[in-house]
């Protein structure tokens, strides 16, 4: 889903519009766009067009292009907080600026909807905002990006299989009924199916044996794999 995920904390900026382009700036310099100006303006009209401060102290400035190669997070922490006419009216500490190629709007929709995901829990955010070590930063957020696949199933053997193979290349979340998986699951996850038994959920089509099962997951790791190549 994400090639690359950088992290810079605190980062040093003025206004929203000093941090906007001191971050396009810092992002063209890693290599992740090829056109800082270009990034620049694409994240400005975003923000006049609607602001994206959640609320929190967290806001998610984002564009997509044909600037950028692959799609990437950066996280800037930034020294101070800024006012960034956050919907909350809350100034903002936490900036993930979030880059996808032209023509993957779905795929930058689920990034975004990862990242919300994420952010609705308190600790995870002061988590962010105590932690000195960029890099354990960096492997955390990368986990939000692995392949998210639900499975329904009331075999516990069945999971310590799955488990077995597969943790902690995917995230899994498991139930023992469809009708506990919210749509807004399904949506953002790269696969949902059931093992052995009904999956009493009408967006969850797919119904596999566990061999079946190991094999669509084989799939979506090497499909990952290459994504990232």
Do not use: W
Not at 112 to 132: H, P, V
Not at 190 to 202: C, Q, Y
Not at 217 to 222: A, F, G, S, Y
């Amino acid at each position: 889903m994400v090639k690359d995920c950088l992290v810079f904390l605190d980062y040093d900026c003025d206004d929203m519009y000093d941090f906007l382009k001191s971050a396009a700036n810092t992002i063209f310099k890693s290599g992740l766009v090829q056109d800082s100006d270009a990034f620049y303006r694409a994240l400005l009209a975003r923000e006049e067009e609607i602001t994206t401060g959640v609320g929190r102290g967290v806001a998610f400035p984002h564009a997509y292009g044909d600037f950028i190669d692959y799609p990437f997070v950066c996280l800037f922490r930034t020294k101070k907080t800024l006012d960034y006419k956050s919907i909350d009216g809350e100034p903002v500490d936490l900036f993930f600026v979030i880059g996808t190629p032209t023509n993957a709007e779905e795929l930058h929709l689920k990034i975004l909807s990862r990242l919300a995901q994420n952010f609705a829990q308190g600790e995870f955010r002061e988590e962010l905002r105590i932690s000195e070590e960029a890099e354990l930063i960096r492997q955390v957020l990368l986990r939000i990006f692995q392949p998210m696949v639900n499975i329904i199933t009331n075999d516990n053997k069945i999971k310590k299989a799955i488990l077995k193979e597969f943790s902690p290349k995917i995230n899994f979340f498991f139930h023992e009924n469809g009708k506990t998986v919210e749509p807004f699951e399904i949506h953002i996850s790269d696969l949902s199916f059931a093992i052995n038994t009904e999956p009493n959920n009408r967006l969850i089509k797919k119904v596999l044996t566990l061999e079946e099962a190991q094999v669509s997951l084989r799939n979506l790791l090497n499909k990952n794999k290459e994504g990232q190549a």
